[in-house]
């Protein structure tokens, strides 16, 4: 069964780095997503891509984040300068076969956890 | 936006028993509600879905049932089981043409004990 694939699965970075985590959605999803879990609390969303272009972000994905389409395959969110309040579980997800254009689920990655020191 | 609320946060429930998880929702075109099983460190894992079409839908020992009108919706798992431990999370979506956003209930963590 295809399935949605996140490295590194664990990343320990310096406050102040810059970090980027990467995401191979299913190869003929059309939409892709970035959601956030920290620690004991819920899976919140950050921001969907469709098209090459953001369609929907919230209120966490500020000017410090940016996502990134750089070739067919992946899809990479990356944090500018990295704060203490950014370690998290970073999750990927992709809907939608591009031969169903219906409400199908979304496919999430096994996440990417992010530790800032 | 969306808002999900859920409850309770911690359930305990005698192996073989019955647990009960309850939603609420509040943005009305909120068409599709999904819910996931997460075990510690790993992703969130879909275990059923129901669109808002329908009413109640189950797949073996577990159960959905949705309420538009009141917009509440619930999860039930019959006969638990150890494997059944783990945090359960209910979501809303209104999803249209494959996009899913989805948004998050608070999580039910349910502990069977054997």
């Known amino acids: 069964e295809p399935e949605v694939t996140q490295t590194p699965s664990h990343q320990v970075t310096q406050m102040g780095q810059e970090v980027i985590l990467r995401c191979v959605p299913i190869?003929?999803?059309?939409?892709f997503y970035w959601y956030r879990q920290i620690l004991g609390q819920k899976v919140e969303f950050l921001v969907s891509?469709?098209?090459?272009?953001?369609?929907?972000k919230s209120e966490i994905f500020d000017d410090q984040f940016s996502v990134e389409r750089p070739d067919g395959s992946n899809f990479t969110l990356k944090i500018r300068s990295t704060k203490l309040e950014d370690s998290a579980m970073y999750f990927c997800?992709?809907?939608?076969?591009?031969?169903?254009?219906?409400?199908?689920?979304?496919?999430f990655g096994q996440g990417t956890r992010l530790t800032v020191v | 936006g969306e808002n999900v609320e859920q409850h309770p946060s911690t359930l305990s429930v005698q192996e073989g028993d019955s647990a009960v998880i309850k939603c609420t929702y509040s943005?009305?075109?909120?068409?599709?509600f999904p819910w996931y099983k997460q075990e510690l460190g790993k992703r969130p894992q879909l275990i059923i879905d129901?669109?808002?079409?329908?009413g109640e839908k189950k797949d073996q020992r577990i159960a959905v049932t949705l309420n538009k009108t009141a917009k509440h919706f619930s999860l039930h798992i019959t006969e638990t089981q150890p494997e059944d431990s783990a945090v359960y999370f209910c979501?809303?979506?209104?999803?249209?043409?494959?996009?899913?956003?989805?948004?998050f209930g608070t999580g039910t963590k349910l502990q069977v004990i054997p």
């Open positions: 943005d009305s075109a909120s068409n599709y």
């Open positions: 979501a809303a979506s209104k999803g249209s043409g494959g996009y899913q956003k989805v948004t």
């Open positions: 129901i669109r808002s079409n329908v």
């Open positions: 190869s003929n999803h059309l939409y």
């Open positions: 997800a992709s809907s939608s076969r591009r031969d169903i254009i219906m409400n199908t689920e979304a496919f």
């Open positions: 891509f469709y098209n090459n272009e953001i369609s929907e």
